[in-house]
């Protein structure tokens, strides 16, 4: 310590900053009690697309469960998570889960606001007229010219993110609008993310490891079914994606 430096002067010295970032958070919303095909059918979800789930924050949905839950039964769904390499941080629902919540040690997230209504006749008009009819983002478009490395996240706030080279497998796009990859879409894509169900994804060629939009998402196994390594386009159909050729 110098001598112009009191203990006063070091204790306000900041030794910590509170920034806002932007996090991918899976959510499973429990409709029914039933551990043994809860066990069942997470595990067949995680075997999909392992290295996506391991250590993934989740936050378990009881917003739409037909039954009470109790303590017990949550710690069993918990430990069932955490098994598979999920890592359960918090409830969502109404304040009659907070006991529960602070029983387990998790955060009780306030209920999801209510969904935009569904695309109409999304079927019935070509990609291009689709395409044309998108509304007007709030924000600019952030446009990349240099390809997404492997580790890396890309964010466009308030808008479009647009792409014009290729995208690394273990990278991860992020828009509230809509995402436009000019070149190979290998890594993950989340379009929509502050749940604007009119978002789409564009790329030239879909070997995404997963695509997402308003929360709604398919791994690579899924995508490998339909459009693969083609020109596609994602949008998002009430709660289901839809993968079409461009």
Known sequence: MTADQTPDLLDNDPVFQLKGGMLTVTVIEVLRLDAGRFAKQLSEKVEQAPNFFNDTPLVISLEKLDAH????????LLQICRNRGLQP??????????PLAQQSNLVLMPPARGR???LESPTEAPVEAKAAELPASSGPARII???????????APGGDLVVLAPVSAGSELLADGNIHVYGPLRGRALAGVRGNTDARIFCQSLEAELVSIAGQY?????LRKQCWKQAAHVSLEG???KIAPL
Request: proline residues 5%; without cysteine; charged residues 25%.
């Open 69 to 76: 839950m109790n303590i017990s039964t949550l710690a069993g």
């Open 89 to 98: 941080v918090a409830l969502r629902g109404n304040e009659n889960f907070r």
């Open 116 to 118: 935009e209504k569904p």
């Open 145 to 155: 010219t240099q390809p997404i490395r492997s580790g890396q996240q890309v964010y």
């Open 218 to 222: 398919k791994v690579a196994e899924d």
């Open 239 to 241: 709660d289901s994606l």
